[in-house]
Each structure stands twice: as C-alpha cells, then as structure tokens.
C-alpha cells in the first residue's frame, strides 16, 4: 500500500512557523476508534495532520484498534513510523468492545486538555476541527458538536432510506427528550477534557446510542454546547456497521432516557 507522503518542504516550513502558534498551552487529543479500516486509516491521519499543521495546533492522534482482523493495527503502525511516536500514538485492545470503552481506554493516555472524537472512516471531513476549535474559544463552550442538521451542514452518499431512518431518529429523539441540540447521533465531537471523563462516567449506553446519552447528559450537568455544521459523507472502503440490531438498541435505549431524565 502506498501512503500519502507526509509533507513538502513548505508545508514542514509553514508547519514550523505555525507550532504552538494557536492558543498556547492547549493541545487536542483525537480519538481515533477503529475495526477494519486499514484502507482509510492512512488518508484520516494524513488529512488531520494536514489541516492541524496548518493551523498550529499542537495535537496527538490516539488510534485505538480493537483487534481488526484487517490488518489494521499494522498499518497503524507503519504511520506511526512515518509521523512519529508523539504525533500517532497506538493504544490497541485485543478484541471489539464498545465506543464507550474506547474512548475511556483513549483518554487514559491523552495528554491533551481537549479531546477530538470522530470516525475513521472518512465521514468525518478535519478541515472541520479547526472551526470546533475556534468556536470554542469564543464561547468557551464545554463541547462542539459537528451537526448535519444545522445551517449548511448535511449528508452525502446516503441511500433515501438510510437519510430516513436518521432523520426520523432525529425527529423522535427531540420530539421525546428536547435536547438543546440539533443532531442527537452525530460521533465528530470536541470537548473540554474533564467534561468528556464526567459524562462518559455517567453514560450506560452503548453502540450508536452512545453518543445521544452523551448531548443529553450534558444538558442535564448544564454544560454548555456549540454547533459548527458539518458534512457527513458516507464511508469509501468498508461496509457500514449499522444494523438491525443498532436500530433495535437505539429504540429501547431512547425509551430508557425518556423514562428516566
């Protein structure tokens, strides 16, 4: 497999330049959860890199595999070769275990005081991080959530009954628990560092009904929420992880929240 090259000479010079340049004494630890997907592993980092570079932030990326069968911890490692131990940092697990867990396993070695959580699968687009980043300095909200439900955000590649099934867990979710947010599944994400370890610690959901618990208990804490629209663009290698049984789960879990916040 043949890998982005890292970067030019005047990209490493801008690089350089820009380094601690951006908010000085921050840094954004991203969360990288990943089952087989050793084919878009080498464009997500390479893509964060790119646009976190340019913008001098200081970063981490904390990829963490659970046992893909795919090869992907290997490929992982071979970027690690190439970016560097402090800019890619592999903290593998031996078999799949949920989102939850993972992000708790990530933030045990983050050493940033911000975390970045997104999919691995080129859904999420980063030339976005550096809009969450800049919204969030000037709230100084305890969370940004990418939204494809607000002002120019949206989805691409979605079969019309995939947008339906979105849309209509949308719909029920902020009909049933009212939120304060506008896209109660959305996974791309940036939060203060201590607000993501309280409400992880209070979520008891799992799979894709994670990432509702978490807007939810985040209105019940009071913690302050910002939206930046995002477009979510279907995966390009790989098969989707969503199922039956997800859709299944998300409506007993969306019934346990509503008769117990």
């Not at 982005?4 to 840094?27: F, V």
Request: net charge positive; with cysteine; hydrophobic share 40%.
């Amino acid at each position: 497999m043949m890998y982005p090259k890292r970067e030019t000479r005047s990209s490493a010079r801008m690089a350089k330049e820009n380094a601690g340049k951006n908010y000085e004494g921050d840094k954004y630890s991203i969360l990288l959860p990943t089952y087989n997907e050793r084919e878009n592993l080498p464009i997500i980092i390479w893509l964060i890199c790119h646009y976190m570079d340019a913008s001098g932030f200081l970063y981490e990326i904390i990829v963490i595999d659970d046992g893909s069968p795919d090869g992907t911890l290997e490929v992982a490692k071979q970027l690690q070769s190439i970016y560097g131990e402090e800019k890619i940092v592999l903290r593998p697990r031996e078999k799949k275990l949920g989102l939850g867990t993972a992000y708790i396993h990530g933030m045990k070695h983050a050493t940033g005081n911000f975390i970045v959580i997104m999919d691995a699968d080129l859904s999420h687009h980063p030339k976005f991080i550096p809009e969450f980043i800049k919204l969030q300095k000037e709230g100084d909200y305890d969370l940004i959530s990418g939204s494809r439900y607000v002002g120019t955000g949206g989805v691409y590649g979605w079969d019309f009954k995939r947008k339906l099934v979105s849309r209509g867990a949308n719909f029920l979710t902020q009909l049933l628990l009212r939120p304060g947010a506008s896209d109660l599944t959305g996974s791309f994400r940036l939060y203060k560092k201590p607000v993501l370890e309280s409400l992880v610690a209070r979520c008891v959901s799992k799979g894709y009904v994670f990432q509702m618990e978490m807007i939810i208990r985040a209105r019940q804490l009071n913690f302050t929420i910002g939206e930046v629209p995002i477009t979510f663009v279907d995966r390009v290698y790989g098969e989707s992880k969503l199922g039956g049984s997800e859709i299944f789960q998300f409506v007993k879990s969306l019934l346990h929240l509503f008769a117990t916040t």
